[in-house]
C-alpha cells in the first residue's frame, strides 16, 4: 500500500503533493485527539476521585424542568 501511494505521489505536480501532506498532517492530529480523548476518558472513568458522586442525592429531577429535549 505505501509503495502505491508513493508511485501515485509521483505522479502528482507539487502543489498537490503539498495538498496529500497537508490532509495527512490532518488525519494524524484528528487521530491524536481521539487517542488523547479516550485517555482521558479511562483515566477519570477508573479514577476514585468522582467516587463520592455517586452517594451524593440527586438535587433535581425531570419533574424540575422547563422543557425536555430528545436526541434525534
Known amino acids: 500500500m505505501i509503495e502505491k501511494t508513493v508511485k501515485s ?13 497537508d490532509f495527512t498532517d490532518f488525519l494524524i492530529h484528528k487521530l ?14 477508573s ?11 440527586d438535587i433535581y429531577t425531570v419533574n424540575d424542568l422547563k422543557e425536555t429535549y430528545k436526541s434525534k
Open 9 to 21: 505521489l509521483s505522479l502528482l505536480p507539487d502543489t498537490k503533493v503539498m495538498e496529500v501532506a
Open 32 to 45: 491524536d485527539d481521539k487517542i488523547i480523548q479516550e485517555g482521558v476518558r479511562s483515566l477519570s472513568s
Open 47 to 57: 479514577s476514585s476521585v468522582y467516587k463520592m458522586l455517586d452517594s451524593e442525592e
